[in-house]
Each structure stands twice: as structure tokens, then as C-alpha cells.
């Protein structure tokens, strides 16, 4: 049986990102939407966190799956990167029930 996969969004437009595991989507998507619950990271925190959580059980690059989800998860407008320097991340409000 075929893995189910998804599409996903890059937030600049006319640049297309990866094709990946529905299954490792949900996982990483799950996992940075919690981080970014109760705290607002930079990119290197979130992404420390991250791989923190997930090291011992996800099949993959962690942090390369990351990158991915997180630009995604931009792109749906759900994060966003704050104006700010250093730039950190944090949930939208109206895209963090999505």
C-alpha cells in the first residue's frame, strides 16, 4: 500500500516545498504547534526543542522535516516569525485552532 503524502507550502510565493510523509507531517506539525504553546523560540531554540522531543523515535532527519513543517505551517498562515531581532516564532491566533 502506497504512504499517504502531502504537498507542502513555502510562504515565498513562486517557491514550491517538498513532497513528504503525511504520517511524518502530522508528527513534526504536532510537536512545533506544542512547542510554540508555551514559549516563543528562535529559529535555533525551536529547532533544538524539536529534535529534543523526537531524537529517540522519529524515522528521519528531525531537523530537516523541521524546516520543512515549520515554512509549511507559515505558508498556512498558523506561525509566524516575529519583526523583531532576534526573529522568533510564534502561533497565529486565528490559525492555531486549524
Not at 529517540?56 to 531581532?85: C, H, N, P, S
Amino acid at each position: 500500500m502506497k504512504e499517504e503524502k502531502i504537498q507542502t507550502l513555502h510562504p515565498q510565493p513562486g517557491k514550491t516545498n517538498k513532497n513528504i510523509s503525511l504520517g511524518k507531517y502530522t508528527v513534526i506539525k504536532e510537536n512545533i504547534l506544542s512547542i510554540l504553546k508555551d514559549c516563543e523560540p528562535t529559529h535555533t531554540e525551536l529547532m533544538e526543542n524539536l529534535y529534543s522531543r523526537l531524537k529517540d523515535t522519529f524515522e528521519g532527519g528531525v531537523q530537516w522535516y523541521g524546516e520543512t513543517v515549520k515554512l509549511d505551517l507559515e505558508a498556512r498562515k498558523m506561525i509566524e516569525r516575529t519583526k523583531i531581532k532576534p526573529e522568533k516564532y510564534k502561533l497565529i491566533a486565528t490559525g492555531a485552532s486549524r
